[in-house]
Nanobody, 115 residues
Framework: QVQLVESGGGLVQPGGSLRLSCAAS????????MGWYRQTPGKQRELVAR???????QYVDSVKGRFTISRDNVANTVDLQMTSLKPEDTAVYYC?????????WGQGTQVTVDS
């Protein structure tokens, strides 16, 4: 089992920046992918950014050039630096990890972009 604990998030004005952090614990040695997804009410959870041993780094088109994902394999953390935030980035952001057999999710952290 892998446990994921997120931090960061909150309220920010359009054009502002936020940093999300996620720390993994437990059976971390088998993790081969970590990343961030987001979800808004009534919509499916969508990939924001992910780093995996198989597919490298992926971003959803809407955040390319604005968000940067970074993974520390030693500390077992994954961060998401978000810049130039837009109201449409408002969502609950979930940390994600996978080990080839199971997927794991954090509890979610709210990001609200509003003036």
């Amino acid at each position: 089992q892998v446990q994921l604990v997120e931090s960061g998030g909150g309220l920010v004005q359009p054009g502002g920046s936020l940093r999300l952090s996620c720390a993994a614990s437990g059976a971390v040695s088998h993790i081969n992918a970590m990343g961030w997804y987001r979800q808004t009410p009534g919509k499916q959870r969508e990939l924001v950014a992910r780093v995996s041993s198989r597919r490298g780094t992926q971003y959803v088109d809407s955040v390319k050039g604005r968000f940067t994902i970074s993974r520390d394999n030693v500390a077992n953390t994954v961060d998401l630096q978000m810049t130039s935030l837009k109201p449409e980035d408002t969502a609950v952001y979930y940390c994600y990890a996978a080990d080839g057999m199971f997927e794991y999710w954090g509890q979610g952290t709210q990001v609200t972009v509003d003036s």
